[in-house]
């Protein structure tokens, strides 16, 4: 299968399943794609032993939803590919823990970004935390080192921190969660694990 059939394969049982539309084109990146963030599906055949990071959303009522899970193709993963998943899940944990109205919005992408320093991975995390996310699949506020104000209740965010190793491959978790007084809420419950 490719990455292109595969696509076309969840954007059809996304809309047969009752969603009006994708929240935006699907990613399906596959071996040294997936050390390309913001790939987009092309006629690569998966190859046993991949690495391979879906992101994908679908509408209801005009409003997106967005995840991302990353597999393996086939076989159980390597050493090397254990490593890389068990740092970005471990990162975007550490950054949904944080996650609470009235936390400033760089200190979700702090929580993500210092874990993974920390194992080894800073460099590879080449993108912002998050987004917010409703009637348009990017909305403001965004999640990043850069980021100024603080989370509200009743915001909807993402938290997605990814690393990408060019020639070996990468590795994205992503979900999207409610802001609340008290921290929040996945709204994203689709199992995690660098499963074949």
């Known amino acids: 299968m490719s ?11 996304m809309l047969s399943l009752g969603s009006e539309g994708l929240s935006f084109d699907t990613i399906v990146a596959s071996g040294p794609n997936s050390a390309k963030p913001h790939h987009q599906p092309t006629d690569r055949l ?4 991949d690495l391979v990071i879906i992101d994908f959303g679908a509408k209801i009522d005009g409003y997106g939803s967005d995840m991302t899970r990353t597999y393996v193709v086939g076989r159980q993963a390597t050493a090397e590919q254990r490593d890389l998943y068990d740092a ?5 944990a550490a950054g949904v823990h944080v996650v609470k109205a009235g936390v400033p919005l760089a200190d979700v992408d702090s929580a993500c970004r ?5 194992r ?7 993108h912002g935390t998050g987004h917010s996310l409703g009637l348009e699949i990017h909305e403001q506020p965004m999640l990043s080192s850069r980021s100024v104000g603080i989370l509200r209740a009743g915001l909807m965010v993402t938290v997605e921190p990814g690393a990408y190793l060019p020639g070996f491959g990468g590795v994205r978790v992503e979900d ?3 802001v609340t007084d008290e921290g929040c809420e996945p709204i994203t419950h689709a199992p ?3 499963m074949p």
């Open 192 to 194: 995690k694990g660098l």
């Open 114 to 118: 210092s874990l993974l320093a920390d």
């Open 176 to 178: 999207s969660v409610l």
């Open 88 to 92: 970005v899940a471990a990162a975007q």
């Open 3 to 13: 990455e292109r059939d595969f696509a076309a394969q969840l954007d059809h049982k």
């Open 46 to 49: 998966f190859v046993a032993g």
């Open 120 to 126: 080894g991975y800073g460099d590879a995390f080449v």
